[in-house]
């Protein structure tokens, strides 16, 4: 197989805005759903202007969640392209991938303009949506290095319209080069039908404390001015998609998380703050090691502990905010994570053993009255369904292969309208890795120890619950 030859047959959907980029010259945006595809056909365009010029090397700008677990991954399973994370170092290489916030430090800068790429993608270009943002004028400024610009985004401008502008304006200049041109041009203030069409710059804060805030003076015709640089795909509407969609977000831990992982991994004991946590037995050291990659655990004393940094609580957020206003069901292992994640969520429900009134739970969920749904396999994992619901996160997972293919099928079943994306966030060199290896493969919990852990203990597993305890989970 040729260098380039692609080893991967693309759904319609995703040909058809492969060819709307090439035939742009290799300039525009890609607003395409989670789950959608959009790695793969960023690929394949790359493959595409690259038969015309066989020296085309391609930066990819991206959440540090993506770099390994969606582009690594990609790249060498479905291309035979060469691949390089510049945050592990410079190589040679046809790709190179880089997170938004080490690609606007100057040493890195200067590095990738000494590496002469002429072809660029933003993943998650809301990232950028900010025009005030550090990162949004950096990318602007070195927009021209770039003879090939390509964004990509499920959700572009999440908050308001205004965040289009700098996506659009970084691959076209079908926008006006000023932000606040185009807000004047497009944008008016508004409040419940009541609408300005200008204010004093120094009395926006007033009129923002007022509830005032900004929408399209008139969508269709921004709509039409934006539209021949932007290809648009829902997951409703790509007819040929699988009826179901994995997708790893992978998370990196910040140093002190991983300082206290490794610690709880070697010693079996490590310190959260001036907490002592310690684990006795492989499951428990398994439970604990879970724990930390949520960004807790519990101490001597029984209680739940948070880490100071939660990589992995931002990493959802991030990802809730990509899906946009859909209803969402969050699967989590402990009654911590509840208590933790309730301080970063709102509109939500509950479903797991501390739920007061679970009908009710159930009720809110399925009617729309929630957006978010928090619950436990054990609780919400067995009979209930969810059609409402097309889209899950598991926040954590458990060593129970029946335990996860029973909640994927509380949205994968008869009077299901849509696709359904199941989307696993899993913390980079961790143990949350080995248990979604273990899970695919049918491991046993016995054989997950000794691989993880290196020991040959043999041992039962606990019968009946035990909530936060040897299983952790909450019933």
């Not at 300005?196 to 003076?217: I, N, S």
């Not at 790509?238 to 140093?255: G, N």
């Not at 054990?378 to 129970?400: E, W």
């Not at 949205?411 to 890795?433: E, M, S």
Request: hydrophobic share 35%.
């Amino acid at each position: 197989m040729s260098i380039g030859e692609n080893m991967y047959e693309l759904y319609e959907h995703q040909k058809k805005a492969a060819s709307f980029i090439v035939g742009r010259r290799g300039q525009g945006a890609l607003f395409m759903e989670i789950g959608t595809g959009k790695t793969l056909t960023v690929l394949d365009i790359f493959r595409q202007l690259r038969a015309y010029e066989p020296n085309l090397k391609m930066l990819v700008v991206c959440p540090i969640s993506l770099i390994n677990a969606a582009w690594g991954c990609d790249i060498q399973r479905f291309t035979n392209y060469t691949y390089c994370n510049l945050r592990e170092g410079v190589k040679d290489a046809d790709i190179y991938v880089i997170n938004y916030e080490s690609y606007y430090l100057e040493r890195n800068q200067h590095l990738i303009n000494n590496l002469q790429l002429d072809m660029v993608v933003l993943d998650e270009s809301s990232k950028i949506r900010n025009p005030k943002a550090r990162i949004t004028k950096t990318l602007l400024n070195n927009r021209d290095n770039f003879r090939y610009r390509v964004i990509m985004s499920g959700t572009p401008a999440p908050n308001s319209p205004e965040e289009y502008w700098s996506q659009i304006k970084f691959v076209s200049n079908a926008l006006p080069d000023s932000f606040y041109r185009f807000r004047n041009l497009y944008m008016k203030l508004d409040r419940n039908g009541y609408s300005v069409d200008y204010v004093h710059p120094l009395k926006l804060g007033e009129m923002f404390r007022k509830g005032f805030k900004y929408v399209l003076k008139d969508q269709d015709k921004f709509i039409l001015e934006i539209q021949p640089v932007c290809f648009w795909a829902k997951k409703s509407e790509c007819l040929d998609l699988p009826e179901t969609v994995d997708v790893i977000r992978e998370v990196t831990l910040s140093p002190s998380q991983m300082k206290v992982y490794r610690d709880m991994k070697r010693h079996m004991v490590a310190e959260i703050g001036d907490q002592l946590i310690m684990a006795n037995v492989a499951l428990t050291k398994l439970m604990k090691l879970r724990q930390i990659t949520s960004g807790f655990a519990i101490d001597t004393m029984g209680e739940a502990t948070e880490t100071t940094d939660n990589s992995k609580v931002n990493e959802l957020l991030s990802v809730l905010e990509e899906i946009g206003d859909k209803q969402v069901i969050i699967w989590i292992q402990f009654h911590a994570e509840f208590f933790m994640l309730s301080k970063h969520l709102k509109n939500y429900a509950t479903l797991y053993s501390l739920t007061d009134d679970r009908d009710k739970s159930i009720e809110d969920f399925k009617t729309g009255k929630v957006q978010y749904l928090l619950a436990h396999p054990k609780s919400g994992g067995h009979g209930l369904t969810f059609t409402n619901c097309d889209t899950m996160i598991f926040f954590s997972i458990d060593y129970s292969f029946e335990g996860i293919e029973q909640a994927r099928g509380r949205i994968h079943r008869p009077g299901q309208a849509n696709k359904c994306t199941y989307i696993y966030l899993l913390a980079k060199d961790t143990i949350d890795a080995d248990i979604k290896q273990a899970i695919d493969k049918k491991e046993s919990l016995q054989a997950l120890c000794q691989r993880v852990l290196n020991t040959k203990q043999v041992f039962e597993e606990p019968k009946g619950e035990q909530p936060d305890s040897i299983h952790s989970e909450v019933v």
